[in-house]
């Protein structure tokens, strides 16, 4: 059955309101949206140009911002040159990876430009990772180099063991503000490039738009982190799109960046769109709610860049005379809930949101060009939102085998199409890649991606967010793979089997992660001390369960899957679930026994998860 939804009752664009605003913005920005439309995807435009170009036009101008230290683009750009020349001398060449393990700081975005000037990859693992997820994903992409942060060396010394090093692969050590020596094995980077030239390396002319950047580590239906691939394209696109045109950054503007940079929205959004006009930078290590607007403040930021959960956390502090004491000027990021989007923007005082939809793994972005308010915005690439049963968890095809379009107000699942500068490019793991395709979906022979989100049509060309489909649900602004969490838990030798799915609390953003586990123990004998210590060894914070539902046994299909949409439906309704339930609260260390009390407190958004 197809989700029908009633649009009277939703945000539909005014068509009206809408040319007027398109024609505003063609008229004012008419060659730059020309030049965006003509972009060649196979011509010599890249991340490392971009760079030595804003460099070159802004020498003087600040690049960085990072705690108390500032760079300059001259500085910032001689960095990444000693950095690129001493990688080449060691010979590494276009199409060569280095692996990344560093944290939020200068020198993250230093190596990514210095090895994309080579034309090589920087494979950007999620500082986040432990355990098994960790060892998988330096395993997956194992690089010509390594570069280790001292704040991440013990957690990578925990995993060394399990990995598939060479004897020829240098691993080089990049040291934070704290002062250790040197570990045994590996290079300071620092010092050994100390020496080297800071011109502009010959090799930055001959890498393409096209070519791959980067690869991000994305969670999938299918299991452990893939890598997900990142072209320059991508930074070329954002740098016009996000930068110049929809939030018309100049040399004046500081945006302020607190999510990590191995995900998309700061690496191929927040970076490009700063960079394209002579903007600075102002990197946070990570969000901290608490010391967010001080933060903003410090730094005199008049741009920042959020996940929808960013905007919760603060929209739910205690109202403060301040909230509106800053130079913020607009915001870009995604995942601003439609209820809470005209108090935040209110409330701070913000004049531009510009919210957006993209996924790493996908060359194709919406975007909120006109400033309309609760929506994705508008798509130039060549997209569908198709008819979907919610109830066989599949797209619709007719009588003929193709599958149809919603109407007006509906919501359907996401497709757009792959060809010319949309082309998937993939995840390095093949079949991976083609599980991700839709073949003959209009017609005969073309080919659509399957971007696995539910999205409602708003007209004019502007969707809503709706929902995500399958095995992955997004909690604190990460995507979760259900059987990811599901091989951890089942590796606990106290669970015999589990069933991970998500769940909605009410007031929180995203879906959170339930386990309901048939366990080898009792209850009571259950050791919830030892499962929460290794659940934080073997698993990110955000991906660790907050609910666990004991039971004697878990329905399976013929083909031995199990069966959650039962599981979903009941949720942890205290009046519905007769097994029972335990919950990790916001700061407690382990999962303690789930009561009607707690329950009524959920339901009252007494707690903030």
């Known amino acids: 059955m197809a989700h029908k939804t009633n649009p009277q009752n939703l945000d539909i664009i005014d068509k009206r309101e809408f040319r007027k605003r398109r024609k505003e913005l063609f008229k004012k920005h008419k060659q730059l949206i020309q030049d965006i439309l003509d972009l060649p ?5 890249s991340w490392g140009m971009i760079v030595e170009n804003t460099a070159q036009k802004y020498p003087d101008n600040i690049a960085i911002i990072f705690e108390e230290n500032t760079l300059t683009y001259r500085k910032f750009n001689e960095l990444v040159n000693r950095h690129a020349n001493y990688f080449i001398s060691l010979g590494l060449k276009k199409g060569d990876i280095i692996e990344i393990l560093v944290s939020n700081r200068t020198e993250l975005l230093i190596y990514i430009t210095a090895i994309s000037k080579i034309g090589a990859i920087s494979s950007l693992i999620n500082t986040n990772l432990r355990g098994k997820s960790l060892v998988y994903s330096i395993n997956k992409t194992s690089g010509k180099f390594m570069i280790v942060g001292s704040e991440l060396i013990d957690v990578f010394n925990s995993i060394k063991p399990e990995l598939d090093l060479t004897h020829n692969q240098k691993l080089f050590f990049s040291l934070d503000v704290d ?9 300071d980077l620092s010092l050994s490039v100390k020496d080297f030239p800071a011109h502009n390396p010959s090799t930055t002319a001959s890498v393409k738009t096209m070519d791959p950047f980067a690869y991000v580590f994305t969670s999938g239906t299918t299991g452990l982190p893939k890598a997900a ?8 696109g954002a740098a016009y799109t996000y930068g110049l045109l929809m939030t018309e950054v100049n040399p004046k503007d500081i945006i302020y960046i607190p999510l990590p940079f191995f995900h998309a929205t700061a690496l191929s959004v927040g970076w490009p769109a700063a960079f394209a006009g002579g903007a600075a930078v102002a990197i946070g290590r990570k969000f901290r709610v608490s010391h967010f607007w001080q933060d903003i403040r410090k730094s005199n ?3 920042f860049l959020y996940v929808g959960e960013m905007c919760s956390y603060l929209i739910n502090q205690p109202p403060n005379p301040n909230d509106k004491n800053h130079s913020v000027r607009a915001i870009i990021g995604n995942g601003l809930r439609p209820e809470i989007w005209n108090d935040f923007k209110e409330r701070y005082g913000i004049v531009f949101i510009g919210e957006f939809y993209g996924a790493s793994e996908v060359p194709a972005i919406f975007v909120n060009l006109l400033n309309f308010d609760c929506t994705l915005g508008m798509c130039s690439s060549p997209y569908a939102i198709v008819k979907y049963d919610f109830e ?3 797209a619709i095809r007719n009588e003929n085998g193709y599958m149809e379009r919603v109407d007006l107000g509906d919501v359907g699942l996401l497709l757009f199409e792959s060809k010319g500068s949309t082309k998937f490019p993939g995840y390095i793991d093949k079949e991976a890649s083609e599980a991700k395709l839709f073949q003959n979906v209009f017609i005969d022979g073309d080919v659509w991606i399957n971007t696995g989100d539910l999205i409602r049509d708003q007209g004019c060309n502007h969707a809503q967010f709706f929902d995500r489909l399958g095995d992955t649900f997004r909690w604190k602004g990460h995507n979760v793979s259900t059987t990811e969490v599901e ?4 590796s606990f030798e ?3 089997i589990s069933c991970v799915y998500s769940v909605k609390i009410p007031g929180a953003d995203g879906r959170t992660g339930m386990a309901s586990i048939i366990p080898s123990v009792r209850v009571d004998n259950f050791d919830f001390k030892g499962f929460a210590n290794y659940l934080r060894e073997n698993l990110a914070t955000y991906a660790i369960p907050i609910f666990l539902r004991f039971k004697t046994d878990l329905e399976t299909t013929a083909t031995l899957k199990l069966k959650k949409a039962t599981l979903k439906k009941e949720t942890f309704d205290i009046g519905v679930v007769s097994d029972i339930i335990y919950i990790m609260l916001s700061g407690e260390s382990e999962h303690t026994r789930f009561t009607k009390e707690i329950y009524e407190n959920i339901q009252n958004q007494k707690y903030h998860f």
């Open 179 to 187: 002062s250790i020596p040197v570990p045994d094995g590996f290079i």
């Open 392 to 394: 066989e968890d599949k």
């Open 487 to 490: 091989k951890i838990l089942n």
């Open 41 to 45: 995807f196979d011509n010599k435009i």
């Open 301 to 303: 930021a008049t741009i």
């Open 494 to 496: 106290q669970i015999l």
């Open 229 to 236: 691939i990142r072209t320059h394209y991508g930074m070329v």
